[in-house]
């Protein structure tokens, strides 16, 4: 198994610009989850979807950011417009049975200037 | 006040000492305990998983959750360079996870 890909690993882009990040989930697993992860507030659950439908995007910081998970091979996370604040280190994670094994990619580092 | 509190450290030790990674937590509906050791540069993965009170072993890991103090600890035993990371606690009751901070472990050959 190839576990959880993320694409691109590194992102670099200007305040402003529209920024797509790209998830595959393992095969098999019903629940995906996006997550942001910043030195001063940690890992922090952005949203999160079952069967394809979001569940619960309480995490997600502003309108700015949107994500989709259009089959169940495939979710995007969009921020657009991005701003410098954004920059962090994005996770998607893939689970089975409702979340308490969750199998994360090598996660997306986002650099906004 | 946090749901789980982790301190971030970081924590340094010889290797072969052994070593005590905690959370508390302050929700008594959480039922499900993980643990996860996250790499520089990498995503987090399980190391331990514990359901309800006790304690639960895999070779050099222990984990224990004592519900009664809302306190959950790792212990590593004949810790290892290789052992270096982030260690983040999590737990569930009901819905998502709640992650801890991580605490970086630092293991000094």
């Known amino acids: 198994d190839a576990g959880v890909i993320q694409s691109p690993r590194h992102e670099v882009t200007e305040m402003g610009q529209e920024v797509t990040l790209r998830c595959k989930p393992i095969s098999g697993h019903d629940y995906l989850f996006w997550y942001r992860q910043t030195m001063m507030r940690g890992l922090e659950l952005l949203i999160y979807f079952n069967n394809n439908v979001p569940i619960d995007d309480s995490g997600m910081p502003e309108d700015r950011f949107s994500a989709k998970m259009p089959n169940a091979s495939f979710s995007t996370l969009k921020i657009q417009p991005s701003e410098p604040r954004d920059s962090a280190v994005y996770f998607c994670?893939?689970?089975?049975?409702?979340?308490?094994?969750?199998?994360f990619g090598a996660g997306t580092r986002l650099s906004v200037l | 006040q946090k749901e789980v509190e982790q301190d971030p450290g970081p924590l340094s030790v010889p290797e072969g000492a052994i070593v005590s990674l905690n959370c508390t937590y302050s929700n008594s509906a959480f039922q499900y305990f993980m643990w996860y050791r996250q790499y520089s540069r990498k995503g987090p993965e399980l190391l331990m998983y514990t359901y309800s009170s006790g304690n639960k072993e895999d070779g050099r890991f222990t984990a224990q959750v004592d519900k009664s103090s809302k306190y959950i600890s790792l212990f590593i035993r004949d810790s290892q360079p290789s052992d270096s990371a982030t260690y983040l606690c999590a737990m569930r009751g009901n819905y998502q996870l709640i992650w801890g901070a991580g605490t970086k472990l630092i293991i000094k050959p």
């Open positions: 994670a893939s689970s089975r049975e409702g979340g308490n094994i969750q199998y």
